[in-house]
């Protein structure tokens, strides 16, 4: 099973209704959920993306150009930990889906990873201004250095939300799609 598409399929589903989502997309990488955001918000829907490394903003503002989706994304180069600090408090109240994918940005420096800290300040602060119909989604690899710690606080701090989990249950390294809403 696929768990990025696997996630994908499931806030698709629940952003159709919505007729301008805001969305952010935690660690947006090579920009492919940004992406996928971004297409799915609609005429008036917003997205605000983040990420620690210039590589990952750039590539993520490059894709977004080449799809035509630029306006539709705010891009920062910032850790997750600040999306309350960085995204307009225009906007509190407002965040209908939100998408952490975690670990280390593809083909780049290994030892850049998230951690546990600034992932579950992130999403405490989602909590704090996420509008009542929300859903996110935490995509979590615990095969990493690193990873089965940040694994193991996100599956703790998510139990109030009582979130759908997919994994391989047979192999222990599989990530884990935690998918919820937070009320």
């Known amino acids: 099973m696929n768990l990025t598409q696997k996630a994908k399929e499931i806030l698709a589903d629940f952003l159709a209704p919505i007729e301008a ?12 959920d940004t992406l996928f955001l971004a297409q ?3 005429q ?19 894709i977004l150009k080449e799809n035509g989706l630029s306006e539709k994304a705010e891009i920062f180069e910032a850790s997750h930990a600040l ?3 960085k995204i307009p408090s225009r906007y509190f109240g407002k965040i209908n889906a939100a998408m952490f994918n975690l670990g280390w940005l593809p083909k780049s420096d290994k030892a850049v990873i998230t951690k546990p800290e600034s992932t579950i300040k992130a999403l405490e602060s989602l909590a704090e201004i996420a509008d009542k119909n929300n859903m996110a989604s935490v995509l979590a690899y615990p095969a990493h ?7 193991e606080c996100v599956k703790e701090y998510l139990k109030k939300y009582s979130p759908r989990i997919f994994r391989d249950e047979k192999n222990p390294n599989s990530p884990v799609l935690f998918i919820f809403t937070m009320r």
């Open 40 to 42: 799915n918000a609609k």
């Open 21 to 32: 989502p805001v969305s952010i997309d935690a660690t947006c990488g090579n920009g492919f």
């Open 83 to 85: 999306l309350k600090e």
């Open 44 to 62: 008036n829907g917003k997205v605000f993306a983040f990420d620690i490394q210039k590589s990952a903003v750039l590539q993520t503002k490059k």
């Open 145 to 151: 250095d690193g990873g089965r710690s940040e694994l």
